[in-house]
T-cell receptor
């Protein structure tokens, strides 16, 4: 089974621009979560999508948004980029029944904002 | 609200010695607890989880963790450390009463194993 795939792996943007990151979950996983990882703040929960609906949301400003498509693929968007948005953005999927629901992570998209 | 604390930013251990990485949690209801490992420039890899049953859980790469309900702890352990165990370790918790609950991570502990 293919793992969680995130694209792009690396990208550089300037302040004020916007960015869209993509995540393809493991086949059959309907839940997709997004996390922001920075050296100072650790791993911060952004949001979780399940069956195209946002199920949970972290404490991030409205500039951070996401969506999920009918094939469970997910995108997250950050508008009006700030220097502090530089981070590794991790996507994770999980099965939603049985198993205890551990997350399976992608390799991440490293965003640098200049 | 649920939370996870990893009190040590860094743990240093000599190769061959036992290691412990600490984690405490706060959650309403029964917790689902997880440990993950992250190698440089990689995503997180699942190590082990506790849902119910035996308090000692065994996982990948010889790691185990002990669930202690009275101390609300879930410490990660390994009897004999390897240099290749050097990585960033994260503890995580989900309130177990609902599969819709989000999973929250601790701040991470950097484990360094010296030869």
């Amino acid at each position: 089974k293919a793992g969680v795939t995130q694209t792009p792996r690396y990208l550089i943007k300037t302040r004020g621009q916007q960015v869209t990151l993509s995540c393809s979950p493991i086949s059959g996983h309907r839940s997709v979560s997004w996390y922001q990882q920075t050296p100072g703040q650790g791993l911060q929960f952004l949001f979780e999508y399940f069956s195209e609906t946002q199920r949970n949301k972290g404490n991030f400003p409205g500039r951070f948004s996401g969506r999920q498509f009918s094939n469970s693929r997910s995108e997250m968007n950050v508008s009006t980029l700030e220097l502090g948005d530089s981070a590794l953005y991790l996507c994770a999927s999980r099965p939603t029944s049985g198993s205890g629901g551990e997350l399976f992570f992608g390799e991440g998209s490293r965003l640098t904002v200049l | 609200a649920q939370s996870v604390a990893q009190p040590e930013d860094q743990v240093n251990v000599a190769e061959g010695n036992p290691l412990t990485v600490k984690c405490t949690y706060s959650v309403s209801g029964n917790p689902y607890l997880f440990w993950y490992v992250q190698y440089p420039n990689r995503g997180l890899q699942f190590l082990l989880k506790y849902i119910t049953g035996d308090n000692l859980v065994k996982g990948s790469y010889g790691f185990e963790a002990e669930f202690n309900k009275s101390q609300t702890s879930f410490h990660l352990k390994k009897p004999s450390a390897l240099v290749s165990d050097s990585a960033l370790y994260f503890c995580a918790v989900r309130a177990g009463y609902s599969s819709a609950s989000k999973i929250i991570f601790g701040s991470g502990t950097r484990l360094s194993i010296r030869p």
